[in-house]
């Protein structure tokens, strides 16, 4: 298989593997709505987060939409467009890598990018991803009206889509639902009760035909029916009778015609996806400036944000409720907008200010049921939440120990994540964390306990389980406890019903 190759790609190779496992630092200042919500907002450069992310989410997420920089040689207000060539591969190299692991196994990716960097994009992804899960290059039509100031005016962008499983991905998928336009086709000229309807051929190809798909039909004027050469009939004889009882075989309206099949509308479940998306189907530039204007009166627009209706398609092809969608390059914050709307769980990173001053006042409003975009189309009234986060230390030093630096409320922010798929509400005055689902969760770390001694406290013992207990209120189910060591021996700690676990050798960020 051909690969891409440009200056600095061996670095690029290796960058994903050098950066540092940072912990995510909970900033209340800026969570809104439902304090249980699994949203998640990171502010922060957006490879690190990445790696952030691997221990919580690795193989977990559903659909990873995407919206990098296109390297288009203009200056933006809130992004660096202008990176060399080779620059620009560099930096998307390591994160298709980290995006790829975090992918699920019925997962997708779906990236956007113009014709600046699509070729090179293709033959970086085929070589990341496997051209074998390359699944479609989607033409997104993103102006309506002509573009005059070039060559050829640019009225289209590409939105490439890779599936870990290209079979899983068919059969999960979600059909497009019909247009206004598309429907004109079903009508109801007999006032047929069951609503409007079209016509559907019943013929087919012959080459795998059963004998049973060559008869005669009789239509209700007397006149015979047959398939022309090289055809048979869809339906065995006896499948037809019972749809002719039915009703829903169509002989034209002299009672004449080649037999068709009556399919209603309310029968249509929706359109297999096309690969070309025009405007009136999922929105254009000017649509969504004015989103984002309608959001932000007296802010700077984006430059190149998407319209919700473009997010919504994606979305509803490759997910379905409750799924988990990722976007890294988050911009103005629409995909996790979209994806609350949809009731879809979400993680959003942003790396510059505009994270606090122009994603988290999105999603807040969002939260509180802003009525622009697609809120009518979907009946959206608000609701739900979002917990924001800022990457915190590094968790190892250069020795492989735990950084110094990694305060006891932190690194317990991060297992208790871990552990549960949920943010910490403890305070971080005691190594107790918390009970999740019947199991009691402690850290024994950086000295919470005041002790003095060598240890500092992180070693359990019998007395200080016994301390734990007191603080859990007597919890005498299933425990995981994290800590240097454990002076209990494997028949207490079962007899306890403990989990100990190792620090730093247990703490998940590989």
């Not at 609350?340 to 200010?353: A, L, P, S």
Request: charged share 25%; net charge neutral.
């Amino acid at each position: 298989m051909p690969i891409l190759d440009w200056l600095n790609k061996e670095e690029a190779v290796k960058e994903s593997v050098r950066v540092p496992y940072r912990l995510l630092k909970s900033i209340k200042k800026y969570s809104y709505g439902d304090a249980n919500s699994e949203n998640m907002l990171i502010q922060g450069d957006n490879l690190e987060a990445l790696k952030a992310l691997l221990p919580l989410y690795a193989g977990q997420v559903k659909c990873i939409y995407i919206d990098p920089p296109y390297n288009t040689k203009s200056a933006f207000e809130h992004y660096d467009d202008n990176l060399e060539h080779s620059q620009w591969l560099t930096m998307m190299y390591p994160r298709l890598e980290l995006l790829r692991e975090l992918l699920a196994e019925d997962g997708s990716i779906w990236v956007s990018i113009d014709d600046s960097e699509a070729a090179y994009l293709k033959v970086m992804m085929d070589e990341i991803f496997g051209r074998d899960r390359f699944v479609a290059s989607n033409v997104w039509q993103k102006r309506y009206s002509r573009e005059n100031r070039e060559a050829i005016g640019d009225v289209h962008e590409y939105v490439y889509v890779y599936a870990m499983n290209k079979k899983v991905f068919k059969k999960n998928r979600n059909k497009v639902p019909l247009n206004e336009e598309q429907g004109k086709v079903y009508r109801n000229p007999n006032d047929d009760p069951k609503g409007r309807w079209r016509t559907i051929p019943i013929t087919a190809q012959a080459g795998h035909a059963t004998p049973d798909q060559f008869y005669e039909i009789v239509s209700p004027s007397g006149k015979v029916h047959k398939p022309s050469k090289g055809r048979c009939w869809g339906f065995a004889q006896g499948t037809f009778e019972r749809l002719r009882k039915e009703g829903r075989i169509y002989f034209g309206k002299g009672g004449n015609s080649q037999p068709n099949l009556i399919r209603y509308l309310s029968e249509v479940e929706g359109m297999v996806p096309w690969t070309w998306w025009p405007s009136i189907e999922v929105g254009h530039t000017d649509e969504s400036k004015k989103e984002i204007l309608a959001l932000f009166h007296d802010q700077s627009e984006f430059d190149t944000p998407k319209p919700e209706r473009l997010m919504e398609r994606i979305f509803h092809i490759a997910t379905n409720p409750d799924d988990l969608i990722l976007d890294s390059f988050l911009g103005s914050g629409t995909s996790a907008a979209v994806a609350q709307k949809m009731n879809r769980r979400y993680i959003g990173i942003e790396m510059g200010e505009h994270a606090t001053t122009h994603c988290q006042p999105r999603l807040k409003k969002v939260v509180d049921g802003e009525q622009g975009g697609i809120s009518k189309a979907v009946e959206w009234q608000g609701g739900g939440g979002f917990n924001f986060y800022r990457l915190g230390e590094t968790v190892f030093d250069e020795e492989g120990r735990i950084n110094p630096a990694v305060r006891f409320i932190t690194l317990a922010s991060h297992l208790w994540f871990t552990e549960t798929g949920h943010p910490l509400r403890s305070d971080g005055k005691q190594p107790f964390l918390g009970l999740h689902q019947g199991v009691a969760y402690a850290l024994l770390y950086n000295g919470i306990l005041g002790d003095k001694s060598a240890s500092g406290g992180n070693v359990l013992t019998r007395s200080l389980f016994k301390l734990l207990r007191e603080q859990a209120g007597g919890f005498e189910g299933p425990w995981v406890v994290y800590g240097e060591s454990s002076r209990i021996t494997l028949p207490g700690l079962k007899r306890e019903q403990v989990t100990f676990k190792q620090t730093p050798y247990d703490i998940k960020v590989r």
